[in-house]
């Protein structure tokens, strides 16, 4: 029990690194893209081209999508403080929301077919 936990924690620190690598690189190219898309891409080459084997994550990526939920109560809680941004504007909000909502759902569906369809062309 306590070598998976020292193992989670492992994966969730290389995970961190790729995070803080991704920061650095954004703050010395003085890039607009965020550090953590950068780390995210760059831990995302890696495992496409095998040079990082995903087991080398998988236990600590597995438990950071588990508690995803709670990663999310500090920007909520943050978002607070601008609330004379958001008053008065509900029905727009609700706009924005349903619109992001239907293009994630319309782009998932439509790279996760093509995935299958790959898989399955491949697998057969």
């Known amino acids: 029990m306590w070598r998976k936990s020292l193992l989670t924690i492992i994966q969730i620190a290389v995970l961190f690194l790729f995070a803080s690598i ?18 995210l ?3 995302f080459t890696l495992l ?7 087991k080398w994550i998988a236990e ?5 999508t588990k508690h995803l939920i709670l990663f999310f109560i500090p920007a ?8 004379h941004l958001f008053a ?16 994630v759902l ?13 898989r399955g062309v491949k697998n057969g």
């Open 60 to 64: 600590g990526a597995s438990f950071m």
């Open 88 to 103: 008065g504007k509900g029905f727009l909000l609700v706009i924005i929301t349903v619109v992001s909502s239907l293009l």
């Open 22 to 39: 991704g920061m650095w690189i954004q703050q010395y190219f003085k890039l607009v893209v965020p550090g953590s898309v950068i780390g």
């Open 106 to 118: 319309i782009i998932s569906g439509y790279v996760s077919e093509k995935i299958t369809l790959k």
């Open 48 to 54: 496409t081209f095998n040079i990082i084997p995903e």
């Open 76 to 83: 909520t809680v943050g978002m607070m403080n601008y609330y």
């Open 41 to 43: 891409l760059l831990l």
